[in-house]
């Protein structure tokens, strides 16, 4: 296991911690490989297991990818959070500061999202001149709605946890000071439920959101991957990195 990511087993519950505060948990490839490992589609013998948590250490949640040498690396994010995604049993992620990009991304995935008032979630991929894939922008249409969609996508500004809660896109938001005991009380009832049926009810949900899969989308992938190897999007990358504004030129 990579020292960017900790993994521990305590009873029935399953804590995944992105390890990495001084770079914002920013994920680079090391960082990924190790989150997959932690969401094995095969949680531990004996079907002891009721749940998996996802937290940080710092005060970001995750800044998204890490951006030195992150272009071109949107395979390896999928992967990683269809894992979370259909990991056979509830996943919490618990929120206590900024959610980007990547980072919005993973929280989202996750079944249910808990945060403190103090986080932010955003996708500021049209501020550095990319854009997110067909799987990444379904999985906002099912959360959130096409509304809440084009807020996210095409302003790229954060939004406060209480907004994203207002719009469905998270089940809680709660002060700072009492994110843990909120956290632990969820997943604790978690817990306590029966494990075949939370089963059941997720690969059920997972199921009947995939009515978009099928929706052809040839084009689209083009339009992403166009932005993808533009000059803007390495203008915008080296602009974030160095702190300015970026000068877009369409190309």
């Known amino acids: 296991m990579s020292d960017k990511v900790s993994v521990s087993i305590e ?12 770079k914002g948990n920013a994920m680079d490839a090391e960082m990924l490989r ?4 932690a969401f094995d589609p095969n949680p531990g013998p004996g079907d002891a297991e009721r749940v998996a948590v996802i937290r940080a250490q710092g005060r970001v949640f995750c800044s998204g990818l890490d951006l030195r040498g992150s272009l071109g690396k949107e395979q390896n994010v999928e992967t990683l959070f269809h894992r979370v995604e259909t990991w056979p049993l509830p996943v919490v992620a618990v929120v206590q500061g900024a959610a980007i990009a990547g980072g919005n991304e993973l929280a989202l995935h996750c079944d249910i999202v808990v945060a403190s008032a103090e986080a932010r979630f955003g996708m500021s991929l049209a ?10 922008t379904k999985k906002l249409l099912e959360v959130g709605g096409p509304v809440a969609t084009r807020e996210i996508l095409l302003l790229g500004d954060p939004i406060p946890a209480e907004r994203m809660a207002a719009l469905g896109l998270i089940a809680r938001c709660v002060p700072a000071d009492e994110l843990e005991a909120t956290a632990t009380k969820l997943v604790d009832r978690l817990v306590r439920n029966a494990p075949l049926s939370l089963k059941a009810m997720k690969a059920t949900i997972n199921r009947e959101m995939q009515f978009r899969d099928g929706i052809e989308h040839a084009d689209t992938d083009q339009l992403v991957r166009t932005a993808l190897k533009s000059a803007d999007a390495k203008e915008g990358v080296r602009a974030r990195m160095e702190r300015r504004d970026a000068t877009f030129t369409g190309a």
């Open 34 to 37: 190790a989150l997959e490992d």
């Open 11 to 22: 009873g029935a519950v399953r804590t995944v911690t992105l390890t990495r505060p001084e």
């Open 127 to 136: 501020q550095v001149g990319l854009a997110p894939s067909w799987f990444l």
